[in-house]
């Protein structure tokens, strides 16, 4: 285990068998049509891999990438447009792909944006959803697994860029963030 976490929450195991078996949900869902994935980077970005191997459909793959939280661990709720589709979604069925639903700012404002382009249809694929910290209606339709309200890294999850690469997902020790904070002041 890392030394800068508390302990692991999800294993790579238990993350595996979730995302098989969300895959087979929405295989079943999109049957005889083609769906577009649109990766929120960077977070997601494992996640998305994995799913999208186990999805048994035509699928095609973009990426779009929003401004974050930098060094931080919450959201300004104001959300930048840093990289976006490479491709017109009008008519075409649409998942975004996010790593975890928090305040749910971000997802929120892209589903606006992403929904005045007239897509046919436009879910939301989250690997975690933490919903004790929602300030947003938002809601995943395709949800991996509700976790409690406290800093995850790994599988995609960063804390100031660090711990992507966890194979699992980690508590992050409280002391990492709130001695880069004192840091600062
Ligand atoms: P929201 O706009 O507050 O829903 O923020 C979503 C984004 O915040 C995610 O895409 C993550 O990048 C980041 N985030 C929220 N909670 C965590 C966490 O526990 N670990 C790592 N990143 C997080
Ligand atoms: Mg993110």
């Not at 577009?36 to 970005?45: K, N, T």
């Not at 840093?82 to 929120?108: A, F, M, Y």
């Amino acid at each position: 285990m890392h030394p800068d976490v508390i302990r692991v929450l999800l294993t790579k195991e238990e993350i595996a068998a979730r995302v098989k078996e969300m895959a087979a949900e929405i295989t079943r869902d999109y049957q005889g049509k083609s769906v577009l994935m649109i990766c929120i980077l960077r977070g997601a970005v494992l996640f998305f891999a994995d799913i999208a191997r186990a999805i048994d459909l035509d699928v095609r793959l973009d990426f779009m990438a929003v401004s974050s939280y930098g060094a931080g661990v919450s959201t300004s709720g104001e959300v930048r447009i840093i990289k976006d589709v490479s491709q017109p979604i009008e008519g075409l069925d649409v998942i975004l792909v996010e790593d975890i639903i928090d305040t749910g700012h971000t997802l929120q404002y892209l589903k606006r944006l992403l929904n005045n382009r007239n897509p046919a249809s436009l879910k939301i694929c989250s690997l975690l959803d933490k919903p004790d910290r929602r300030e947003t209606e938002l809601e995943g339709d395709y949800v991996g697994f509700r976790v409690p309200n406290e800093f995850v890294v790994g599988y995609g999850l960063d804390y100031a860029e660090k711990y992507r690469n966890l194979p699992d997902v980690c508590i992050l020790k409280p002391e990492i963030y709130l001695s880069a904070k004192n840091k600062k002041c």
